[in-house]
């Protein structure tokens, strides 16, 4: 099956710093990838939507200039946690939807998630 | 605003019951509606589904859609230990807004021994 690969898996990083994210879909093209974000005991919610070659659309409420998305080419899109401070610290999951027409009823598939602690 | 919502919030059961578990959802220009699990990590995916009234089986798991009524029911039977878990249920847009999942709560199983 479809894998989407994250990196890193956790992070922890001083309060001012800047972290990035990577979400790389291995076998397929992903012309859109999701971001969620999920805090300790609830849901995942939808950050943003990053589009290849274009900028990323961000949910109400989320920074875009806090949340730096990129997303150069079909396999990668990477968020980047900009002056990340306590209450950044969260879950960070990506998503990724193959591109192919022949693939395109099926599900969205999720990078292993990255756990982000800000000290 | 599309909304996803699930219950009960958790469930704890013991081995070889059976669980239901419930999810409504409110969701423009719907495609699919998709079933996760999550344990310590990322979501794993169970089923997609996309009709109303086709069960979808995998082992003693199993989900059906009422797009009707806007619901959607995942089974377990004989449950597990390894079946305890957050179980995520999800709604799917159609069109440009395909692949963009809005969630529910969750429900957190807890199966004993």
């Known amino acids: 099956g479809a894998v989407v690969s994250q990196h890193p898996s956790w992070v922890i990083c001083k309060s001012g710093t800047s972290v990035k994210i990577e979400c790389r879909s291995l076998?397929?093209?992903?012309?859109?990838m999701f971001w969620y974000r999920q805090f300790p005991k609830q849901s995942l919610m939808l950050m943003a939507t990053s589009n290849e070659g274009s900028k990323a659309t961000y949910e109400q409420g989320v920074e875009k200039d806090k949340f730096l998305i990129n997303h150069a080419s079909l396999t990668l899109s990477t968020l980047t946690v900009t002056s990340a401070h306590p209450e950044d610290s969260s879950f960070y999951i990506c998503?990724?939807?193959?591109?192919?027409?022949?693939?395109?009823?099926?599900?969205?598939?999720f990078g292993q998630g990255t756990r982000l602690t800000v000290v | 605003e599309d909304k996803v919502v699930q219950s009960p919030l958790s469930l704890v059961v013991h081995e070889g019951d059976t669980v239901t578990l419930n999810c409504s959802y409110e969701v423009t220009n719907f495609r699919s509606l998709l079933w996760y699990k999550q344990e310590k990590k990322a979501p794993t995916f169970l089923f997609m589904l996309t009709s109303s009234g086709i069960e979808k089986k995998s082992g003693r798991l199993s989900s059906i859609l009422d797009k009707k009524e806007l619901f959607s029911i995942l089974n377990i039977t004989a449950t597990q230990t390894g079946d305890s878990a957050i179980y995520l249920c999800a709604g799917n847009a159609g069109g440009t807004s395909y692949g963009k999942l809005t969630f529910g709560q969750g429900t957190i199983l807890t199966v004993h021994p």
């Open positions: 076998d397929f093209q992903a012309t859109t």
């Open positions: 998503s990724a939807r193959d591109a192919t027409p022949s693939n395109m009823n099926t599900e969205a598939f």
